[in-house]
């Protein structure tokens, strides 16, 4: 992203390219490329997550402004994350430098401008801004966020959520819900002002780069009702309630967190919640503004996170090269050749190789329970010419059959966790549900269920066990069903 900046920061010579370049780190930054409407509001809130903000300059004929961070520590990690993540205003791609700037020199007299950085002030060193400003800030009274998730290639769970915006202000209580076949949430910030900082830093931002895009609008509720503390909803004033039936109880470290949590009455920095040690696992990668700023950007809290996993306990008789992709595209599979139960598999990212992990981990694969861990290889390297690895090592790279190669593929909203339910497709029009009972039943599973779609196209077939589902899959998945036609086999969130 460095590049694109220098690129398209200026339509001047290559003499101005290398000034941009060669800028060193202040705590002034120069913004160009601004759309026509963008407010100094908007422009602000590109620096929220990262520190005090303390003046700003617009210059509205030339669609550029300056920012003035607190520290040039402060400008130096906000300059850091927008090299992984682009950043945008109204949903326009903006350039951010440094500037030759120190510091500016504005105008004092500029009333609505101090107001506003007075307000954002305020609220970042934890105090109420004046009555006047809050109620400028705050045009909706309701201290509820409704978040729906666009484009969901990676899982985005209650703990996310949570981290990401409570950097704007504590965050009392999340539900989280599906609606539309969309991943959607409530959040109830302790202040209404918080709520308007949040959205406007973060309406529009990706979570992960490319994808799981949060839309953000004030939700009518002034108050939300949480019943339980679970993975779908949580009440972070009161740790002391149930988890619901049929509910995983919360993990000791989350409900000590809770503890830590009910004696912050704003963002403090230097609790478990506030600001996790550096060693803790974070849920993010290099995207959520909150961990960004506190310089954790690496995907699980994992400086230099690989695209490499780690897979042991597979079943010998029954391993091979031969992957199947369900949680990203595999690049490349080394089975070790001095332990014949473990495997190297080489993932397209790092945030693929997160979600295979999170999902894979301590699932029964051909009657063994497999270990998924993040392997420290940064790649999988291919045998060197002349060399016979007695066929350990494939190459996947240009399989044809890579799922997620497409940027917004509908393939990255149909990720789900291991089930006993698969969804089929590419379904030719003369195999029958007898046709494909037989098919899985012939993998070594038991059908307890089948349902055609209405078009006869897709399918829902529903097996006995998990394991026997992951077998169905491994298994079926690009079978041949004749003509030159593909059978497709994923894991469904529906049961029959």
Same mark, same amino acid.
């Given at each position: ?49 990262? &520190? ?56 004092? &007299? ?228 001095n332990k014949k139960d473990s495997a190297l598999i080489q993932m397209s990212d790092a945030n693929q190789a997160q979600l295979a992990m999170s999902h894979l981990n301590g699932q029964k694969m051909y009657g063994k329970i497999i270990r998924v861990t993040l392997s420290k ?30 940027? &917004? ?34 993998? &070594? ?52």
């Amino acid at each position: 992203f460095l590049n694109s900046i220098v690129d398209g920061a200026s339509n001047g010579s290559d003499s101005k390219k290398l000034k941009v370049e060669e800028a060193p780190p202040s705590r002034v930054l120069h913004i160009r490329k601004l759309p026509n409407e963008a407010s100094e509001t908007e422009v602000v809130a590109l620096g929220l997550p990262f &520190g005090k903000v303390t003046n700003i300059l617009t210059l509205k004929g030339k669609n550029q402004a300056f920012l003035e961070m607190g520290t040039e520590e402060a400008a130096i990690t906000m300059i850091n994350y927008y090299t992984t993540v682009s950043p945008q205003v109204r949903n326009a791609p903006v350039f951010i430098q440094y500037s030759n700037h120190k510091e500016l020199k504005t105008d004092a &007299g500029n009333q609505r401008t101090q107001a506003m950085l007075q307000a954002v002030s305020a609220v970042q060193s934890g105090g109420s801004p004046s009555s006047d400003v809050q109620d400028a800030l705050a045009a909706a009274s309701s201290p509820v966020l409704r978040i729906i998730i666009d484009n969901m290639f990676y899982p985005v769970t209650l703990d996310v959520l949570q981290q990401i915006f409570s950097k704007f202000g504590t965050v009392m209580k999340i539900i989280t819900f599906t609606k539309n076949n969309q991943f959607q949430a409530l959040l109830q910030f302790s202040d209404p002002v918080n709520a308007q900082q949040a959205k406007l830093a973060l309406d529009g931002q990706n979570i992960y780069n490319s994808c799981c895009t949060l839309r953000i609008d004030f939700s009518k509720l002034v108050n939300l009702n949480v019943k339980y503390n679970n993975d779908k909803s949580r009440d972070y004033t009161r740790p002391e309630l149930p988890a619901g039936d049929g509910q995983p109880s919360l993990d000791p470290s989350v409900a000590h967190a809770f503890t830590v949590y009910r004696k912050c009455c704003s963002p403090c920095h230097d609790c478990l919640v506030c600001s996790p040690p550096s060693g803790a696992l974070s849920p993010l990668s290099a995207a959520a503004a909150a961990a960004a700023a506190a310089g954790r950007v690496a995907l699980a809290g994992q400086t230099g996170s690989s695209g490499v996993l780690l897979v042991s306990n597979l079943n010998e008789e029954v391993s091979n090269t031969q992957s199947k992709r369900v949680y990203g595209d595999v690049q490349r599979v080394k089975i070790l050749y001095n332990k014949k139960d473990s495997a190297l598999i080489q993932m397209s990212d790092a945030n693929q190789a997160q979600l295979a992990m999170s999902h894979l981990n301590g699932q029964k694969m051909y009657g063994k329970i497999i270990r998924v861990t993040l392997s420290k290889h940064q790649t999988v390297a291919l045998p060197r010419d002349g060399l016979d690895d007695q066929g350990l090592t494939k190459d996947f790279a240009n399989s044809p059959l890579h799922r997620f190669k497409k940027p &917004g593929s509908k393939n990255f909203q149909n990720i789900f966790p291991p089930s006993a339910t698969l969804h089929l497709s590419n379904i030719p029009q003369d195999v029958t549900e007898d046709d494909l009972r037989l098919l899985f039943s012939n993998a &070594g599973g038991t059908v307890k269920a089948f349902k055609f779609f209405q078009d006869r196209k897709m399918a829902l077939i529903q097996m006995s066990t998990v394991e026997e589902a992951i077998q169905g899959l491994i298994d079926l998945h690009n079978y041949n069903m004749g003509g030159n036609q593909h059978l497709r086999v994923s894991f469904s969130k529906s049961t029959i």
